[in-house]
């Protein structure tokens, strides 16, 4: 392999140069076989990192090209461990690369402008949800009387400063629904349990049969009063969609959604 091949451009060869979108499952064994072919103790040390840290079938989900392309390039070279160490330390995608399984991190504090909610009773949440086409057959579960919905502007801000997207991916311990939890977790323990941040869960399928299921949350939001709304992959801080769309980054993979179940 020639020496000034980066990764970017095997992704770029591959078609998932796409920076702000996720891996497609499809993709794992791709991407570990091409860092394992790398000689480099940097490239080598990254590989033995990820596969520490999540699994064979989860390798690098959650992280964007880019984050993947920043941590390996630089790691490239000859490094000793603890020094490269230093430079994961150092990186802004710190977070995706938990180095402790268990690592907590600290929660920041979200402050909202409250003036901005609009505040609806739950009967009104939940018929904007059975109203949705997509949504028509799911009887969403509600837990409060009464809802404070935020602008997509703040959803956004929520999603930015939500800690889920700094933890490791754990099969089982910690994996999709977790991550979605982490997010209404982190609201109610500042006082935001009342906004219509939902849990949702999904089946991807495709030809009919099923591909994969997955959880992430639903974000409720209003504009000048009227609902709206749009999903949020929670292991991520940037990846949002639409309900009639295919999560970003499996296109080609599967052909349709179907909602399961939503608790508001």
Same mark, same amino acid.
């Not at 982190?186 to 006082?191: G, I, M, N, R, Y």
């Given at each position: @392999?020639?020496?000034?091949?980066?990764?970017?451009?095997?992704?770029?060869?591959?078609?998932?140069?796409?920076?702000?979108?996720?891996?497609?499952?499809?993709?794992?064994?791709?991407?570990?076989?091409?860092?394992?072919?790398?000689? =480099?103790?940097?490239?080598?040390?990254? %590989?033995?990192?990820?596969?520490?840290?999540?699994?064979?079938?989860?390798?690098?989900?959650?992280?964007?090209?880019?984050?993947? !392309?920043?941590?390996?390039?630089?790691? !490239?070279?000859?490094?000793?461990?603890?020094? @490269?160490?230093?430079?994961?330390?150092?990186?802004?995608?710190?977070?995706?690369?938990?180095?402790?399984?268990?690592?907590?991190?600290?929660?920041?504090?979200?402050?909202?402008?409250?003036?901005?909610?609009?505040?609806? &009773?739950?009967?009104?949440?939940?018929?904007?949800?059975?109203?949705?086409?997509?949504?028509?057959?799911?009887?969403?579960?509600?837990?409060?009387?009464?809802?404070?919905?935020?602008?997509?502007?703040?959803?956004?801000?929520?999603?930015?400063? !939500?800690?889920?997207?700094?933890?490791? %991916?754990?099969?089982?311990?910690? &994996?999709?629904? &977790? *991550? @979605?939890?982490? =997010?209404?977790?982190?609201?109610?323990?500042?006082?935001?349990? &009342?906004?219509?941040?939902?849990?949702? =869960? *999904?089946?991807?399928?495709?030809?009919?049969? =099923?591909?994969?299921?997955?959880?992430?949350?639903?974000?409720? %939001?209003? $504009?000048?009063?009227?609902?709206? !709304? @749009?999903?949020?992959?929670?292991?991520?801080?940037?990846?949002?969609?639409? $309900?009639?769309?295919?999560?970003?980054?499996?296109?080609?993979? $599967?052909?349709?959604?179907?909602?399961?179940?939503?608790?508001?």
């Amino acid at each position: @392999m020639a020496e000034d091949r980066t990764l970017e451009d095997f992704f770029k060869e591959q078609g998932w140069w796409e920076p702000n979108r996720l891996f497609p499952h499809v993709t794992n064994n791709k991407v570990r076989n091409f860092l394992q072919s790398l000689d =480099t103790p940097g490239w080598k040390y990254f %590989y033995n990192l990820c596969e520490k840290y999540t699994n064979s079938q989860s390798f690098t989900q959650g992280w964007s090209a880019k984050s993947v !392309c920043n941590v390996a390039e630089a790691l !490239c070279g000859d490094r000793t461990q603890a020094s @490269m160490l230093e430079v994961i330390a150092a990186l802004d995608v710190t977070p995706t690369l938990a180095l402790d399984s268990v690592t907590r991190f600290h929660s920041p504090m979200l402050e909202l402008d409250a003036s901005k909610f609009a505040e609806f &009773d739950y009967k009104d949440i939940y018929r904007f949800i059975r109203g949705i086409d997509e949504f028509s057959d799911i009887k969403p579960t509600m837990g409060d009387s009464f809802y404070r919905v935020p602008t997509i502007e703040q959803c956004y801000e929520i999603s930015r400063q !939500c800690p889920s997207h700094k933890y490791a %991916y754990i099969r089982s311990g910690r &994996d999709c629904e &977790d *991550f @979605m939890r982490i =997010t209404r977790g982190w609201l109610s323990e500042q006082a935001y349990g &009342d906004l219509p941040v939902c849990a949702i =869960t *999904f089946s991807a399928l495709k030809d009919g049969v =099923t591909v994969y299921g997955h959880a992430v949350n639903l974000y409720i %939001y209003h $504009v000048d009063g009227e609902l709206g !709304c @749009m999903l949020c992959e929670p292991q991520s801080s940037d990846v949002f969609w639409e $309900v009639n769309e295919l999560q970003p980054g499996t296109e080609g993979r $599967v052909d349709e959604t179907k909602y399961r179940r939503i608790v508001v």
